[in-house]
C-alpha cells in the first residue's frame, strides 16, 4: 500500500490523491489521514497556525488497485453533521490554505493493521485517530489497476 499526491501545473483543482494496493490481496479498514491547514486557498501559511487532522475513511480496496481523488470532489466534514444536511454545503479540500497526507492505516489480508507515511511502513494494531470526528467525504473516483502489481509477471 503507499499513496502519494499528485500536483500537476495550473490550479489547485487539478490536485489528485492516489491510493494504491499493490498486492493481489485485498486490504480493509483503509483510513488516509490528512494534515488539513485550514482557511483561503489564497492565505499565506503562517508558522503558528496548526494543522487539523481529517480522515478520508477508504474501508477496503480491491487488489492490485490504484484509486484516485480529486481535491474539489473531496469535502470536510464534521461529526455530528449539526444543521448541514447536503454534502455541497461542506467545504472542498480544494479550497483549503494547505494540505498533505499524513498517515495511512490499512488492514492486510492476514489481519494485521499497519500504517504508512512517507518515510516508513510499520505495524500497528489500531488506527492513528480515534475518535473520528473530521472525516472526509468524497462524491467521484476513479480505480485502475495498479501498475507493478506483486505477483505479475514481468
Given at each position: 500500500?503507499?499513496?502519494?499526491?499528485?500536483?500537476?501545473?495550473?490550479?489547485?483543482?487539478?490536485?489528485?490523491?492516489?491510493?494504491?494496493?499493490?498486492?493481489?490481496?485485498?486490504?480493509?479498514?483503509?483510513?488516509?489521514v490528512?494534515?488539513?491547514l485550514?482557511?483561503?486557498?489564497?492565505?499565506?501559511?503562517?508558522?503558528?497556525?496548526?494543522?487539523?487532522?481529517?480522515?478520508?475513511?477508504?474501508?477496503?480496496?480491491?487488489?492490485?488497485?490504484?484509486?484516485?481523488?480529486?481535491?474539489?470532489?473531496?469535502r470536510?466534514?464534521?461529526?455530528?453533521?449539526?444543521?448541514?444536511?447536503?454534502?455541497?454545503?461542506?467545504?472542498?479540500?480544494?479550497?483549503?490554505?494547505?494540505?498533505r497526507?499524513?498517515?495511512?492505516?490499512?488492514?492486510?489480508?492476514?489481519?494485521?493493521?499497519?500504517?504508512?507515511?512517507?518515510?516508513?511502513?510499520?505495524e500497528?494494531?489500531?488506527?492513528?485517530?480515534?475518535?473520528?470526528?473530521?472525516?472526509?467525504?468524497?462524491?467521484?473516483?476513479?480505480?485502475?489497476?495498479?501498475?507493478?502489481?506483486?505477483?505479475?509477471?514481468?
Amino acid at each position: 500500500m503507499t499513496f502519494w499526491v499528485e500536483h500537476p501545473q495550473g490550479r489547485r483543482e487539478n490536485v489528485k490523491l492516489h491510493v494504491v494496493n499493490r498486492s493481489p490481496d485485498p486490504v480493509s479498514e483503509v483510513q488516509v489521514v490528512l494534515r488539513v491547514l485550514r482557511g483561503s486557498a489564497g492565505a499565506a501559511f503562517r508558522e503558528s497556525e496548526e494543522e487539523e487532522l481529517w480522515v478520508l475513511p477508504l474501508a477496503s480496496l480491491g487488489p492490485c488497485a490504484e484509486t484516485v481523488y480529486l481535491a474539489p470532489t473531496m469535502r470536510l466534514e464534521v461529526v455530528p453533521r449539526n444543521n448541514r444536511k447536503s454534502l455541497d454545503e461542506w467545504p472542498k479540500l480544494s479550497d483549503q490554505g494547505f494540505w498533505r497526507v499524513g498517515s495511512m492505516y490499512f488492514v492486510d489480508s492476514s489481519g494485521k493493521g499497519w500504517i504508512r507515511t512517507s518515510e516508513d511502513l510499520d505495524e500497528r494494531s489500531s488506527p492513528p485517530v480515534d475518535p473520528v470526528t473530521h472525516i472526509i467525504s468524497w462524491d467521484d473516483e476513479e480505480v485502475d489497476k495498479a501498475d507493478l502489481c506483486e505477483g505479475d509477471s514481468r
